[in-house]
């Protein structure tokens, strides 16, 4: 008896050494990122230059996509090797995501080139490295702890990049502190509710808990169970700025740099998604033991997605400021993702052997991509007309943009387009995706008639959205300017906004690339 129990802490060792060694591969690009994060950190105590941060940068970002490259198809094959206890998962969304990561990584970067001061440059990539870690990490994530770690180093850098670039500015010192304090909270209730989940199942491991959960909804635990979905929501309805906790986004966009609200427009949001499709990916399970807990769950969600849409878009007509409109447009594009949110617990009523036209999560994911692409787009142009001598703030600081900076404008109507949903761009693809979703929900499920309801109260929201968009388009043509922009010269940032232009038409018209990746990562 004694030799079992001196072996048995012997056989512990082994395992997680074994662990260890497994999942060590599949982070070799996040532990890149974050080598060039502390080189950028101990540049800027030695000697700050933007040219030479920036380059670091990109050297960082390249070697992390090659290295990812190299690794997805070794670790497809090692995935079956590693055990479903591991916090660290190499599955097909970590690939996907990592991969999306990178990508807005180099496009930041090139936003960013010109827009950063000499002095806090090193320390503006090396935040933006860290931020872009998380974001890949969040998506790996198999732990609660991990998971929260991950988001954490999303935000953490977060309020060093909003606070560094103007900490004379009065304005946003404000949003920095308001971001700042908001996050805090929500981080908090978002560690309150895991501390539920982790009560209600006894567990940290995300397999394991969407395994365990459907037992506790179908017994006396349904009503803690929802409590700790709500907290859930609560807390990462913060990072994707969904109503009611979006208040902190009006402030700061209007009063952080532009390349960092370009960053925080996508970055936490597509983590936020991401957390929240890991929670709740036990839909199935849930149905069968609760239809109860599952019917409450999808009526909490369509509210979510209803009310989101419409404050956003209605909020965002009375707006003149452009990264005000845009704060508000970004509250709006979360409702639209959340209808796929709100369509995924509907897939557990298909019948058995049936299969979905369009899942919530494939079209939410297609959606994201689109959305940073036109986001990134938008946010660029408005950096690049922008100056201290003639600064672009308002809508009508646009006025004859088309008579002096035709490129421009051509670029900026495309992404207002394709934000609308106008065909032939890749927001309207992404937009039909979640529309035909909804209307394809199985006949069985519970709220059947909601979901075409929710499609219709989507479609009115984007005719409301167009004649905000469209109002930034007369402006561009239909007006004379009389102080005409006068943009900095800056190559890196029109590389930027011509890869998103190019982007957002080619998944406009050739989206099945894109798509077929995206349902790829959700899995069957």
């Known amino acids: 008896m004694l030799e079992l129990f001196a072996a048995t802490p012997t056989l512990i060792d082994v395992k997680v050494d074994q662990t260890l060694r497994s999942v060590f591969p599949l982070i070799v690009p996040e532990l890149i990122l974050l080598a060039t ?62 991969g999306v990561s990178l990508v807005a990584g180099l496009l930041l970067v090139l936003m960013g080139w010109n827009d950063t001061s000499d002095r806090r440059a090193a320390d503006h990539y090396a935040c933006l490295l860290c931020a872009i870690t998380g974001l890949s990490l969040v998506a790996s994530a198999n732990d609660l702890i991990f998971l929260f770690l991950a988001l954490e180093l999303i935000s953490i850098p977060t309020y060093v990049l909003l606070y560094l670039p103007r900490y004379e500015d009065q304005v946003s010192q404000e949003a920095a502190i308001k971001y700042f304090l908001m996050s805090i909270l929500s981080s908090a209730m978002l560690l309150f509710g895991f501390s539920y989940l982790y009560g209600l199942t006894g567990t940290t491991n995300l397999k394991a808990l969407v395994e365990i959960l459907p037992r506790m909804v179908a017994g006396d635990q349904v009503n803690m169970a929802l409590i700790a979905i709500v907290l859930c929501l609560a807390g990462l309805g913060f990072k994707i700025t969904a109503f009611p906790f979006h208040f902190y986004a009006p402030d700061v966009y209007q009063g952080g740099p532009t390349g960092v609200v370009a960053m ?158 106008l065909p032939l761009t890749a927001g309207f693809v992404a937009k039909f995706l979640l529309f035909l979703g909804a209307m394809s929900t199985p006949a069985a499920a519970p709220l059947k008639g909601m979901y075409p309801i929710l499609a219709l109260v989507a479609a009115v929201n984007a005719a409301i959205a167009a004649f905000y968009y469209l109002r930034i388009v007369g402006v561009m043509y239909l007006r004379s300017s009389f102080n005409p922009v006068k943009p900095t010269p800056a190559g890196s940032i029109q590389i930027c906004i011509t890869i998103c232009a190019i982007l957002t038409l080619v998944f406009g018209i050739f989206p099945s690339a894109l798509f077929q990746q995206a349902k790829v990562a959700v899995g069957p």
Request: a neutral charge.
């Open 37 to 98: 994060a502390c080189v950028l950190f101990l540049l800027s105590t030695v000697k700050s230059n933007r040219v030479v941060a920036a380059t670091i940068s990109v050297l960082g970002l390249l070697t992390a996509l090659n290295v990812h490259l190299f690794l997805i198809d070794q670790s497809k094959h090692a995935e079956a090797l590693i055990p479903t206890v591991a916090p660290i998962l190499g599955d097909s969304l970590a690939h996907f995501v990592r």
């Open 264 to 421: 925080l427009a996508f970055v936490p949001k597509m983590a936020g998604f991401v957390a929240l499709t890991k929670l709740f990916g036990s839909f199935a399970e849930m149905m069968e033991a609760s239809p109860v807990f599952i019917q409450r769950l999808m009526l909490l969600l369509w509210i979510f997605s209803a009310v989101t849409m419409t404050m956003g878009n209605v909020l965002a007509l009375l707006q003149t400021n452009l990264k005000r409109m845009l704060a508000y447009s970004s509250v709006a594009h979360t409702g639209y993702m959340l209808m796929g949110l709100a369509v995924l617990p509907t897939q557990a009523y298909r019948a058995e052997g049936s299969t979905a036209v369009i899942q919530g999560n494939e079209a939410i994911y297609f959606y994201l991509i689109c959305y940073g692409i036109m986001t990134i787009g938008a946010f660029a142009s408005i950096a690049y007309l922008n100056s201290r001598e003639r600064p672009v703030e308002t809508i009508e600081d646009l006025s004859g943009l088309h008579e002096t900076q035709p490129w421009s404008a051509a670029t900026l109507t495309l992404f207002l387009f394709s934000m609308i949903g």
